[in-house]
């Protein structure tokens, strides 16, 4: 069995100061924080694990019988970071309305336009959250907050946060935003101030370390599949047709992968984590021409990271410091179209980018439910004076993390996986 | 009233020969063809009129008494052709399923990929279609008898249909295809054969003249709101958020107006039948500029064909004979990065191009009622020796119209129309 | 031609006062009053006729060059009264838009509750709405208004009209809400009032006299053929499978008939227009048998107002004073149950009733392009000083046609129609 | 941690014999059977816990290296029995891709109707199942078997499957089914044959004991919430408004609380674990009643198997051997307009029952995706020779279970977990 085995991973959880207050929760189940999460995981789950099982140890997330902060004096704010979404207002509803009802908090603010809206020049105002205001925001996508990319500088945000007397914050963003939060809680450290910082991560492509399940994956691989459903049926629609379908991920082929999975029409998965060639009798464009030949259409889905071996690494970045990636759809496309010419053989290929389509809808039920877990576990987390720390699922259950760990290392699809395996079986092809 | 002025549309339908056989129809309600169907046109149902009311006749579509073809020795073939449209399985099994279950008829032959499935060389199958090959069909989009672009030789056509012993022949397709239906029908009657030739136009983008409504519009009209709600999404997810939707419509903006109609969020539409500048105090920049900086975000809308005269005219056309498009959202994106750069101010486009995403889904209700309808009546013309014809809506009624009536002029937007003010009052634009 | 041949229809239109005041709309094009609209009308489209066809002149729905009121000095109310249909919302925001984009209108009250929101001793409160509190609410079913049944006594309305300064009522509701608008009208001009009510009806049954589409009713469909295929799934699930599905429809089939059209799936359709046997040869339980054992499964669709031949007339009304109708579905299963079981056949039936999922969904993009021109062409209306008329597509046309028009005689299934025969083609059952 | 505490459950997999024959996959990675999955359970996850935390150990789910069958000699067999729920095709299309293009396997047939598809008294023939006819099969609800509910004689299907020379039977259905399923296993032991027998659990409600998730949960949530959405529309669309929604849930109110949390406007769920009153002060009416006053509308969603404690308890058993419920929803609104009578307070309820809707819908993407594994294993599983097993996800991993293991209890909401926590916190509703 996986003993304890000895690993470096920090899991233990910071405290603002001990909780003597009562709690006000009606339906108590309280956790008992001397019992630990433990968990068994493996190399398919965690990004640095080789082949090693380790059993690790988690604080549960949860309501706790006693608070560090008092609700009635409690003000709480919430930011958005990043790039949309599905269930981003989905998770503002479940903290407002779990600080409300739950807590009876009378403020709960949102800041305007990510980190910006706590920095002056912008001049962004405040808006102040509660039930009425939020009560139907989770049936649309994107973050009534507004958003905005890229780091602010600490001290003025805490500034920022002094002056409205704020005691929690709630962060929702991607790794580059859970950064930010863990400077925040260092700013706030240094102040010896007794601000919560509580993060809740936010990834489409699902690709931080630890966490199993990033909310809006479910619905933007959905989505996902409604584009390729669509490229199938124009591939199909015509002879020697090609349906070639560019999906989100930069580094991780997750969604990608899933929605592979899922169409089970995919016949070619080109993903980051797996380097292929254009060239050659074992390359994608002879592959492709085989399966031309031999059933009229294919169905090609490649992530927007894929193929980075074949293009010029780029050097510009975003606001947010991601690499701008080469065009890889570009490339494939004008290659396929080359050997075919070459090839004096026929062929249409029909190109979708359903590119903000999936990641801008509402959040589908499942993960609806999760954003609520999600929500309700980090006013849970804050209350107790939990900070610097991530309310995530963690394998089946739903745990606190510190902040360090998830951002030290993004996740990526293993390609010696069971789940690649199934992939690779679902689409046929060859490495 | 709009008395018999004098016009020069001739309505009238050719006949194969005269109808003896008794109809086999169980609920028979014949159409009576000495009273046609008496309609009132306006300048905004019709490209060729200015400001004239006309009162038409056409001969209505429906079930005759009478026969030109005996049901038990009719052998009748279906053909698509051009690019998908929502709602073409839902006419073939239409047609598929009157032809067997009402008249009785034996033998429908499905033609593969298009007007290169009668071309020996191309070597393709011909496929039996019956009602349980087709019975599920219309749950997909796309065609199951594929498609394919561009004109082939009348003579083998005909040559091909000779060979299989057809009778009817039914063509689904958009106008190049319609006058490739014409030069058959010519082609049949050189050669004194008695072979129907009944047209059911297929456009995505409305633009047929005469034609009230082509079928899977508006589907992809349903389609094209996701897009732009999206879009809306985005562009409110941040400050100074830009939402760029293309839609299709190389000549008439028809999918754009009604989708922004139906949205009623969208800022500034572009299409091909208003021309509009980028540049100067009444250009879109500039138009654009003022409306970020009172409301923070804009939602625009763009068909494919707007803007040609911004764009070097293209001068290369695709296998169909349509000119390959400039890329007007090029255009756009990158003249909006310059001005707003110059001007310092911030701007973050979102750009959406849903593409094939709109036209290769199933077809709606709405769609599939007006799908059934256009195979029950191509057949019903058929079997009483109607050719040359096609069959569609005009204003609420069906009927039948000859095919050059419908190929001599395309139809697009009417901007001293009505419906073009309430498409300018839901935007706010000005001109 | 259908010459103007005698009719006692009175399509004349009442106005306020003389219109002297100039439009501030942007986009003008203008109505021409002296060019009435001239429809062709049949017995298909009128429940009147028999197998008449009548020309038809009504008043052009459309922006009008003078106003009788002053758009700075008027004051608006929406009211919803009767059953939710989709769309009401995307009514009332147009109607808000408009009032305020286009004519600059301040104040536009929102009546909560139906006609009781008038009626003081309810202590509703009014809602004033605004751009800002109505840009979304098209997104969701349902009226932000609230709805109630049931008339209220018009003297104590217009009391609520003049105490609250109202100039213009827009009441969306039913045939009894538009009697109930009648009144009104009646008793404002009994006062010698400057009141003008325009009426847009509202009926998810599609039953009203001369009206072609009423909005919501292509929405309901959609939704219907949801269940239908259900329930096509659950038959064909098993052997001597049978799906019941009853779909709304008191006095008109429809929704039933249009779902059916769509949907293709359908063996056996009953509606409130056309009476039939459940036993005997003939009747629908032999029919059924015969089905059941030559396919091993059957799709029954039921109106709800089906089947009155067979039940005992209820005697009981609902509030709005429908007579409540006998269970069809109810007798249908329990006289199939007891047939097949003294058949000796086995049968299982999954009953599906969608009830009130058909009509609280949101509108459909084509039901949304329809609810914004009603309200546009409402606010034009009212502007220009109309009053006891309804708003409504005639045929393809947007036009005003008087209250009394369109209540005094609900219209329905013609099954000596071509429609009917359509239908009747697409289930293959025989009457 | 939870150390190898002491339990009875046998998790040991029988396998029909050696394995010997090397695996023509192509993607291998293969399962290593001395490396048991080990898990940790706690009572929330198993009926049969109260406050333990066990460590339990199962065989992995996976492709082995060495076969028992050998493909190129196998036939495998599928039969579908119970209710519907979303994914039965998907799993049928799974297990026929897997065999034939992965193993090479030539032959799988198709049982028809259930169980009875074995018997020859009902006649019906075996369908032969291969890539082309269930390539699409997928974008369908139901089975493309069709189903049967009930027994049958394991000796008469344990002749049938040896009259067909089938190796491999799968069987898909709910715990019945499982039962049947151990019943043919130990008859093929019996007799000393080699037919593999592998089980996938079906069942909408969730309930199997064991097993983290069953196929189509997801989905049936998912239409769920759509009902939940319309009743809170019509609920608030008029004063005194009541939505109540019935939904699955015979023994368990996993669907119904699910779709609460998925929703967060229900205000009260009434689910089979937890026993309610309907009178006095903490009753359901009077709480029901002080909802209405303070807010104007309620929202109740209620399990089909809720409050036995209520009703008179039933005696007579469908097919499946299941006690017909008692009709709670029926009783709920006699007893709630009684009251509101006697109370002199106005108050309509709208009632909504989805029923088969939401179970006979396609699967959603993330339930496509667990078919898709599910149908993969299931292969994997028979083909190393092993039987009497069920293929599921336990936790978040993928396993063989014994049969007996997963028949034995039923699985149902444990009210005293966080789960049930936070579906009381969502309603707000007080036990």
Redesign the interface.
């Known amino acids: ?2 003993s ?1 085995k000895k690993h470096d991973f920090n899991t233990t959880i910071t405290t603002l100061g001990p909780a003597k207050i009562a709690t006000p929760l ?4 309280y956790v008992d924080e001397t019992k630990p999460l ?3 995981m493996t190399s398919e789950e965690l990004a640095e694990l080789d082949n090693d099982t380790l ?1 690790l140890e988690f604080e549960k997330a ?2 706790r019988e006693k608070l560090y902060f008092d609700p009635s004096k409690t003000k709480c704010a919430i930011v958005t970071c990043g790039g ?1 979404c599905p269930g981003i207002n989905d998770v503002i ?2 903290i407002v ?2 600080s409300h ?2 807590y009876g908090i009378r403020t709960v603010l949102g800041i ?3 980190l ?1 809206g706590f920095i002056p020049k ?1 001049g ?1 105002d405040v808006r102040e959250l509660n039930p009425h205001n939020v009560s ?1 925001i ?6 009534v907050l ?3 990319r890229g780091p602010q500088e600490p001290s003025e945000i805490v500034d920022s946060l002094e002056r409205m007397n704020v005691n929690i914050l709630f962060v929702i963003g991607g790794d580059g935003t859970m950064r930010a939060a863990k400077a925040i809680v260092n700013e706030v450290a240094a102040r010896g101030r007794k601000i919560a910082v509580i993060g809740i991560p936010k990834t489409i492509d699902n690709d931080i370390n630890f966490i ?1 399940r990033t909310f809006g994956f ?1 619905t933007a ?2 989505k ?4 390729i ?3 199938h ?2 591939a ?4 020697m047709g090609v349906g070639l379908v560019k999906l989100m991920g930069r580094e991780a082929g997750f969604i990608a992968a ?2 592979t ?4 029409e995919v016949n070619f998965l080109l993903v980051p984590e797996q380097e292929f060639e254009l060239d050659g009798d074992n390359g994608l464009l002879m592959a492709l021409e085989r399966r031309l030949l031999a059933r009229g259409h294919a169905l090609i889905v490649c992530a927007e990271g894929a193929g980075k071996n074949l293009l010029e690494s780029g050097t510009t970045k975003d606001p947010s410091g991601n690499v701008t990636l080469g065009d890889i759809c570009g490339l494939l496309s004008r290659r396929m179209k080359e050997h075919f010419k070459e090839r004096q053989l026929e062929m249409t290929m ?8 999936i990641r ?2 509402p959040a ?3 993960d ?2 999760y954003c ?2 999600l929500g ?1 576990h980090a006013v849970h987390a804050a209350m107790a004076g939990k900070t610097g720390v991530v309310v995530t699922q963690v ?2 259950s ?1 745990a606190l993390l510190p902040l360090e760990l998830v951002t030290s290392r993004r996740r990526c699809l293993n390609v ?3 789940y690649w ?2 992939v ?3 689409t ?1 092809q ?1 490495n």
Chains 1, 2, 3, 4 share one sequence.
């Open positions: 069995m996986p304890k009606r339906y108590p189940r433990e968990l068994i059993m949860g309501p949309l509803r479940a309305m779990e009802y739950h305007r336009n990510g910006r912008y962004y139907s989770h049936q649309f996508g994107g973050t507004g958003s905005s199993t479910d691989v959905e996902a599949t409604e584009a459903q669509c490229a049926v124009e199909t629609g015509m002879d899933q929605a999975l899922a169409m089970q029909k190109f979708i980018d359903p590119s903000y389509i801008s809808v589908n039920a499942g609806r439910v609520g877990f309700q394998k089946s739903m010696h996986s069971d395996s199934s690779m079986e679902a046929g060859q």
